[in-house]
């Protein structure tokens, strides 16, 4: 049985860490073989994304010292593991073992739809759920067909979701749309990135969603703070707590 080397993200760990605990929680449930090693620290992304290679190098170094023991790599969070997957060599050098690492480290809804072969879920989830198909997940792991290429229909989300009893998945106008986070973007351009946002609820409220689903937190974050702003009362739900919550509901 392989060994899994749990990555949880910083602002998961900070700020969601019922997150991170569901992972865990869905992985050991699978029969998995799962380890957090205590050491890990952030992978270096936010530093990256705003040219500070310098500093994000360290950070990169460490992960692959830490996680480079494990068969398999898996973190809740799209956007950490394409830092891993697909900006670490730009960082470290074209090393063997980085492509070895890359090659393992999975997103949560890959692991489970593309490795651990996930086809039939117990547990009901009865709510009319939209999903969010955060940028990174999309577009570098292509977790989901963005709509400018002409792909067979895939959604490793949705397929793992639709397992699920009673759940209504819905059909958003525009489902690949960005919400507006992108990090520090957020931060410089806080007028755009809040109206990208409420784009983006605005057409999960037209679809009838009781929850935004999806599989980064740190854009389910951001949706959420907007909605708590203008007290609606559609709630945010990580793909995991909804995989977990649902296994409560025989």
């Known amino acids: 049985m392989p060994t899994v080397g749990l990555f949880i ?4 760990d900070q700020f969601y860490p019922r997150v991170g605990m569901a992972t865990l929680r869905v992985l050991r449930r699978l029969g998995l073989e799962v380890d957090f090693p205590e050491e890990q620290t952030c992978c270096g992304q936010p530093m990256y994304n705003s040219g500070c290679a310098g500093d994000a190098r360290p950070l990169a170094e460490r992960f692959v010292r830490i996680f480079g023991r494990y068969d398999h790599v898996v ?33 949560l809804c890959e692991y489970l739809v593309d490795v651990v072969g996930v ?5 009901s989830f009865p709510r009319k759920v939209g999903l969010h ?34 759940i209504e998945l819905l059909d958003l106008e525009r489902p690949d749309e960005c919400c507006g986070f992108g990090g520090t973007f957020a931060v410089n351009e806080e007028a755009v990135s809040c109206l990208m946002g409420k784009d ?12 935004i689903a999806g599989y980064d937190m740190s854009c389910l974050m951001h949706l959420d703070g907007l909605l708590r702003r203008e007290r ?9 707590e909804i995989l977990e919550e649902a296994r409560l509901n025989p």
């Open 9 to 12: 993200p910083c602002y998961v």
């Open 75 to 107: 973190a809740p969070s799209g956007s950490c593991v394409s830092m891993v997957r697909n900006h670490f060599r730009e960082l470290l050098g074209d090393r063997p073992e980085l492509g070895a690492l890359a090659a393992r480290t999975y997103e």
């Open 119 to 123: 086809k039939s879920l117990e547990g």
């Open 133 to 166: 198909r955060s940028c990174h997940g999309l577009r570098e792991l292509r977790l989901a067909r963005s709509s400018e290429r002409m792909d067979p229909p895939l959604d490793k989300a949705r397929q793992l979701l639709g397992q699920l009893r009673g």
């Open 200 to 211: 983006r609820i605005a057409d999960h409220e037209k679809a009838g969603a009781e929850i």
């Open 232 to 240: 609606k009362p559609i709630r945010v739900m990580h793909v995991a």
